[in-house]
């Protein structure tokens, strides 16, 4: 057993804790060693300061975010495009919705004084980044993808510098409408966990699921497979 691991473990779920009680903002080492019995000198020994820890949060929290996702389309037809930013998008919303805390603080939340070391963020967050994009691509490369005409000419700025996250392979123009499509996803589930919005506005999820079918027919996808029919039993 790693000890030493063990201890960085629950020092980060008591961050999360004491995050989801006061708020991001209110987060320090000393809060952290009172909530847990010890001087806040001991924490120094896990993580060199306050910001060290909220990095090594904001990374699990792609980390597991990336792998959640990823998790939901590797099982589906890679050649099902529909399937799979329909998959992608969902676990993405799910994820956000199960872990709020970590989805705002991944996303910026308020820390004073914090400045995220964006390398070492973009490293982990680049999982995510990539299964959107490489559906956007692969559609594309098989003749299925669809750009509205808004989409065909748009502005590559974004898409330049987040490129090099791809592995370098997938045009900036791409790139640019895939954040341009996460963007609207974001927004909605932000407006969620934000709660200012009626709650029966986004009960149940319908409005995002639109939202998600909106995009896929826009961007060429294909609708949803049919339901599988079943089969009338024999009887004997």
């Known amino acids: 057993m790693d000890s030493r691991r063990d201890r960085r473990d629950e020092i980060k779920e008591t961050a999360r804790a ?36 909220v990095t090594a949060l904001v990374v699990d929290g792609y980390a597991d975010l990336g792998e959640q996702t990823e998790r939901a389309v590797a099982d589906l037809d890679p050649r099902d ?10 676990a993405y919303r799910a994820w956000a919705l199960a872990h709020p805390q970590d989805y705002v603080l991944i996303h910026g939340a308020v820390v004073p004084g ?8 973009a490293t982990a967050a680049v999982k995510i980044l990539r299964l959107f994009v490489g559906v956007l691509s692969d559609a594309e490369a098989a003749g299925a993808l669809a750009l509205p005409p808004a989409y065909q000419d748009v502005p590559t ?8 996250l791809t592995g ?3 045009p900036p123009r791409l790139v640019t409408v895939t954040y341009l499509v996460w963007a609207q996803l974001h927004a909605l589930v932000w407006q969620e966990l934000d709660g200012h919005l ?4 986004l009960a149940d999820g319908e409005l995002y699921d639109r939202l998600v079918e909106a995009l896929a027919t826009q961007l060429g996808l294909g609708p ?7 089969r009338a039993r024999t009887r004997t």
């Not at 914090?114 to 963020?121: H, K």
């Open 18 to 53: 004491l995050i989801a009680r006061d708020g991001a903002a209110a987060l320090s080492l000393g809060s952290i060693a009172r909530a847990l019995g010890i001087s806040t000198p001991a924490l120094y020994r896990y993580f060199a300061s306050r910001d060290a820890l």
């Open 81 to 90: 495009f529909g399937a799979r930013f329909r998959a992608i998008a969902r």
């Open 114 to 121: 914090y400045r995220a070391p964006l390398a070492e963020i």
């Open 157 to 164: 700025g974004v898409g330049r510098a987040l490129q090099p």
């Open 168 to 170: 370098g392979e997938v």
């Open 198 to 201: 009626p709650r029966a506005l």
């Open 224 to 230: 949803p497979a049919p339901p599988a029919k079943r």
